[in-house]
T-cell receptor, first 115, second 117 residues
């Protein structure tokens, strides 16, 4: 089954404790991206990757890191989480990042709470 | 700057009736794609329908259709014969095409739809 998986689905952590949210897709997609969803703001892009070893900042990259060492995986790293990073996080992938023709497939979401 | 506006925070519709969810967009790009996603209370994002800026016909997918009016920069979602399972939040999104673009989806704030039995 074609899918994007994320782990963990739910996480409660404390300020400053490093964490990683994993994302994996099995569709051989070139493009992967991370979004955060906050009430009243819709989804905003954090980072994206056009292909292996090619990553760049989205609209809200502060406090996050990513890597793309393999095509299928795109982990999101919070080196020192803060309460303002409490949010619902989505990983997404699509065949291409440069054509609007290709829909982005979303993972199930990770609900993160930082206390 | 690119922007998506959904002016209806919440809407109600009677079961089996049709409903239109509004979406207007702003972009200076000539080539772009417009998407609608559904987010039920369980939280996942479900792709519903896509419209390309050069598509002359309105997109349709089952009970979903996209009323695309390019000159007015609107891309309204029409759901026909509403079902209780259609109760969810709906997001309109846009992505600009072309090699200079980042592949980013720009999302609106969302519209919560409640279907009444």
């Amino acid at each position: 089954e074609a899918q994007v998986t994320q782990n963990p689905r739910y996480l409660i952590t404390v300020t400053g404790k490093k964490l990683t949210v994993t994302c994996s897709q099995n569709m051989n997609h070139e493009y992967m991206s991370w979004y955060r969803q906050d009430p009243g703001l819709g989804l905003r892009q954090i980072y994206y990757s056009m292909n292996v070893e090619v990553t760049d900042k989205g609209d809200v990259p502060e406090g996050y890191k990513v890597s793309r060492k393999e095509k299928r995986n795109f982990p999101l790293i919070l080196e020192s989480p803060s309460p303002n990073q409490t949010s619902l996080y989505f990983c997404a992938s699509s065949l291409s990042g440069t054509s609007g023709l290709y829909e982005q497939y979303f993972g199930p979401g990770t609900r993160l709470t930082v206390t | 700057a690119q922007k998506i506006t959904q002016t209806q925070p919440g809407m109600f519709v009677q079961e089996k009736e049709a409903v239109t969810l509004d979406c207007t967009y702003d972009t200076s790009d000539q080539s772009y794609g417009l998407f609608w996603y559904k987010q039920p209370s369980s939280g996942e994002m479900i792709f519903l329908i896509y419209q390309g800026s050069y598509d002359e016909q309105n997109a349709t997918e089952g009970r979903y259709s996209l009323n695309f009016q390019k000159a007015r920069k609107s891309a309204n979602l029409v759901i026909s014969a509403s079902q209780l399972g259609d109760s969810a939040m709906y997001f309109c999104a846009m992505r600009a095409d072309g090699s200079s673009n980042t592949g980013k989806l720009i999302f609106g704030q969302g519209t919560t739809l409640q279907v009444k039995p």
